[in-house]
């Protein structure tokens, strides 16, 4: 029977850590702070509640934030000159654009998010630092929060920092926001990663190769136990809701979780898992290129 992975404590964790150093800093330098910066345009209800989330956490540890509502109507070029004007404001240090956009004007999500100053781009999406992060340039960019996310939770559930060196490590789907950054996050601690999507053949055989699974593919259930690796450490990405009755709704995760908690060493639940870490890795980063930016170091303590 594996053992829970409880993202909620170890994301818990993070965001402690990153409130301790914060307090440190502003001693330190009178003056300090790092200030997260959210862009929203239109009012999608999913959205507003993970924002909500984002800025509470953030405000609990005492960092700054910005939030920019934006239009439905908003165009692109004016949707772009609000992120030059972040960008340029020396008191923001991380910008995120929460997706999906909710416009009634056609626009190039991408373009946008390019926009951001990749020494700003906390959620690590720009060209930029997906390439930098691509090329194993660890040092020189800003790692996706979900996928970054998943490294620590196999770092901290296996209690081993270098867990993923040497390792076979299979990442079930390629999108630009988590499969494809958490295989190169993954090959770059030295895991021998293998990334699995759509065409894939023989799914279940190449799963069960893997001594680290990590699943981002947006289908409930997917991932069965029999696909599992004796002791594999499975990280389960899902988020696949179920309306139910009455307006409630019950979250899966696209791993089965009942079967494959009995194969699995370590295994994350859904919900409580990743969810809660994409947020805490968020505030880290923000707080990081604050550090960064503001003071012209590198946190090595983090
Ligand atoms: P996308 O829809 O962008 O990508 C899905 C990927 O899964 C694609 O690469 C696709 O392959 C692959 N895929 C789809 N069906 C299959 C299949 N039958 N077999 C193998 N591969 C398949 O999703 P995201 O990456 O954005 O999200 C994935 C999941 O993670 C979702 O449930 C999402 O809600 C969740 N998520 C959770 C976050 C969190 O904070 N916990 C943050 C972001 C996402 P192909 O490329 O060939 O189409």
């Known amino acids: 029977m594996a053992k829970l992975i409880n993202g909620k404590e170890i994301s818990d964790k993070v965001v402690k850590e990153v409130g301790e150093e914060l307090q440190k800093k502003k001693e330190e ?23 909500r989330n984002k800025l509470k956490k953030a405000a609990d540890i005492g960092m700054g934030t910005r939030m920019v509502n934006l239009s439905q109507e908003i165009t692109q070029p004016e949707l772009e000159a609000e992120i030059d004007k972040l960008n340029n404001d020396p008191e923001v240090d991380g910008i995120i654009v929460q997706l999906p956009l909710d416009c009634v004007n056609k626009i190039d999500a991408d373009a946008v998010i390019d926009r951001i100053s990749h020494e700003k781009d906390v959620d690590g ?91 981002a593919i947006g289908k409930a259930k997917f991932v069965k136990g029999d696909w599992v690796k004796p002791g594999a450490v499975v990280i389960d990405c899902g988020i696949n809701v179920e309306e139910l009755e009455g307006g409630k709704r019950k979250l899966y995760g696209d791993v089965d979780f009942d079967t494959a908690k009995e194969v699995a060493s370590h295994i994350t639940p859904v919900p409580g898992g990743v969810g809660p870490m994409t947020v805490a890795m968020l505030i880290k980063n923000t707080y990081l290129q604050a550090v960064e930016r503001r003071l012209g170091a590198k946190n090595g303590s983090l």
Not at 31 to 51: E, H, K, M, P, T
Request: proline share 4%; with cysteine.
């Open 125 to 215: 999406l720009t060209r930029e630092n997906a390439g930098r992060l691509m090329r194993g340039e660890l040092d020189r960019t800003i790692f996706p929060c979900t996928p970054y996310g998943c490294l620590h939770l196999v770092q901290e559930a296996t209690g081993d920092k270098n867990f993923v060196q040497g390792k076979r490590v299979v990442v079930l789907g390629r999108s630009k926001i988590v499969g494809s950054p958490a295989a190169a996050l993954f090959l770059w601690h030295n895991g021998t990663t293998t990334i699995c999507h759509s065409k894939t053949q023989n799914l279940p055989e190449v799963c069960r190769s893997a001594d680290i699974l990590v699943v």
């Open 29 to 51: 330098h009178p003056g300090f702070n790092a200030c997260l910066a959210i862009v929203q345009v239109g009012n999608r209800s999913d959205s507003n509640v993970y924002i």
